[in-house]
Nanobody, 121 residues
């Protein structure tokens, strides 16, 4: 069974820090893995992703403030968010590109249920 289970997030004041983590199961050959976010009334946007070789990609708006990391053995990805701004408020979604374990299907994106990050003034 494919699952992406997220944890973390919550409420923090501007300038503070939060982290979110995600563990994937039932997915093989995951590459890349990362985070999108969606604020009310806005489109979902890429925040950051990371390959199995630990190459990273960040949205310009979070560069220098957010750090993504990955544990390939545990199929876990984490996002450390520092110097948070009000505009970082959104639902954060974990994603993993891979194949359902045990099936030679084409690669696809799998999504977590989302976790709320709220940054207050």
């Amino acid at each position: 069974q494919v699952q992406l289970v997220e944890s973390g997030g919550g409420l923090v004041q501007a300038g503070g820090s939060l982290s979110v983590s995600c563990t994937a199961s039932g997915i093989s050959d995951i590459n890349p893995m990362g985070w999108y976010r969606q604020a009310p009334g806005k489109q979902r946007e890429l925040v950051a992703d990371i390959t199995t070789g630990r190459s990273t990609n960040y949205a310009d708006s979070v560069k220098g403030r957010f750090t993504i990391s990955r544990d390939n053995a545990k199929n876990t990805v984490s996002l450390q968010m520092n110097s948070l701004k009000v505009e970082d408020t959104a639902v954060y979604y974990c994603y993993a590109n891979g194949r359902p374990a045990g099936y030679n299907y084409i690669r696809t994106d799998f999504w977590g249920q989302g976790t709320q990050v709220t940054v207050s003034i």
